[in-house]
């Protein structure tokens, strides 16, 4: 792969000063088209060998476009007991439609680093590849621009540039020991590099290989390909978005799981008092344990319109210290939240060790209410739910503990809920024409709930599911469940 970028290119001065005007007007121009549509976000990687120009490439892109609407990213390592995944601190950053993020220091950088220096086998290593590939998938799939450079010197020409940088007193500290380190150690991040590199250029996201030994060449050659790949997008016939009628969609595999839940199961309201008082002193020692402090955890509530999430998550935090938890609330997703994949919004919420985010509604809406309503197209909502199951892994395996709940309820029992809460004052703010017209719709959405459970309900994140006709009974099998996860990973 490194071969192309061995054939020692170099562009004159007369030539980039003839150049170089028409390209940065012309990128001027393509970004403020793009601001101005908002059709899509740009995601550039600067990546490569040491003293390739990484960090000369970021500030030509700053220089030659509007700095105003680019995100600069150089992300170090996140501190290890941090709680949350790694990936975290890059969805957090990721640009909105119209905007560029430019990213020295990516996914790649931590994966690569660690396979080199010999920290991580192969196998962890290509199952590290695996998720970026899921990652960048996503991206393009959300509609992202996403362009990947990877500047390239030859041993020889690494270490000529680090005795140049190393000669003048201006730039000496540009040249660190690790900087030497790595020039002996060349081979192996060449190695390393050709195999992540080859593993990770995809047709949606490709990797373009610069030689870096002459600035000039390097800079018309990114600038080029940023203007080139930029000008495609934004040319490019709009493709009308089709959406499915609500009610329409088919269910895939035709399970109808609610069904057998039992929905009569009641408890006296006696029992529940003194199960209730249990439960919650049970979660909030649990909670206040030493080992605790190594764990956090996501509660995600899901369930029928009126079946009682909201009591449940309020007997959840009764028992808690108020400085553990974040409750979370889920409405329609705001102009901020529309401008960038769907599952940012969620991954910007996630709790540090220690502490615990409980949302009310969550990442499902997908593949519920935008699936029936017809919000997003058939396509958007079959892939969610590998993406969503991605999601859940990464969380599971840095010991964030997902505990997801379906609270189902029968349609008698919610049109008896809903005529209730119309009947009463307090309680008139809780119903909504929106959950009138959802009654119209109880089938699709009996039918996307069941696609759901069977789709995502995994070893790592299984779904609860929880019969609400009775109050009491749903709101002590929630707590029971909750501190049992707790109490199994401490």
Known sequence: MFESAELGHEIDKERYDREEP????????????LVDCKKFPVVILIGGVDGAGKGETLNQINEWMDPRHIQTNALRPMAEDDGRPPMWKFWRVLPPNGKTGVFVGSWYSVPFIR???????????????????????????????????WLHLSKKGQKKQFEKLSRKKATRWRVTDTDWKHLDMYDKFQEVAQHMLRETSTADAPWLVVEGTDERYRSLTVGQTILDALRRRLDEPKI??????????????????????????????????????????RLNTLTRHKKFEKLSVVTAFEGSDAAGKGGSIRRITQALDARRYTVIPVAAPNDEEKARPYLWRF???????????????????????????GY???????????????????LAKN???????????????QLKRFEERKATPHKRHKITDEDWRNRDKWDAYRSAVCDMIDRTSTEHAPWTLVPANDKYYARLEVLRTLADAIEAAL
């Not at 028409?22 to 088209?33: M, N, S, V």
């Not at 709790?351 to 593949?367: A, K, L, M």
């Open 22 to 33: 028409e390209l940065r007007a012309a990128l001027l121009k393509a970004q403020y088209e």
């Open 115 to 149: 396979r080199v220096y010999g920290e991580t086998k192969s196998a962890r290593f290509q199952a590290e590849i695996d998720q970026i590939l899921r990652f960048e998938q996503m991206l393009t799939d959300e509609g992202a621009l996403v362009l990947k450079f």
């Open 399 to 413: 010991n964030t503990v997902v505990v997801k709940f379906w609270l189902q309820i029968s349609n008698e029992e």
């Open 376 to 394: 997003c197209s058939e396509v958007d909502w079959m892939r969610a739910y590998s993406e969503i199951n991605d999601f859940e892994e990464q």
């Open 240 to 281: 009308p978005h089709r959406n499915r009628k609500a009610g329409t969609t088919p269910s895939i595999d035709g399970v109808s799981i609610i069904d057998r839940l039992d929905l009569d199961r009641v408890v006296d309201k006696e029992v529940y008092k003194a199960e209730l008082d249990e439960q919650q002193g």
């Open 347 to 373: 991954w910007r919420q996630l709790p540090e060790r220690g502490r615990i985010s409980i949302f009310d509604r969550t990442w499902y809406g997908r593949v519920l209410v935008e699936r029936v309503e």
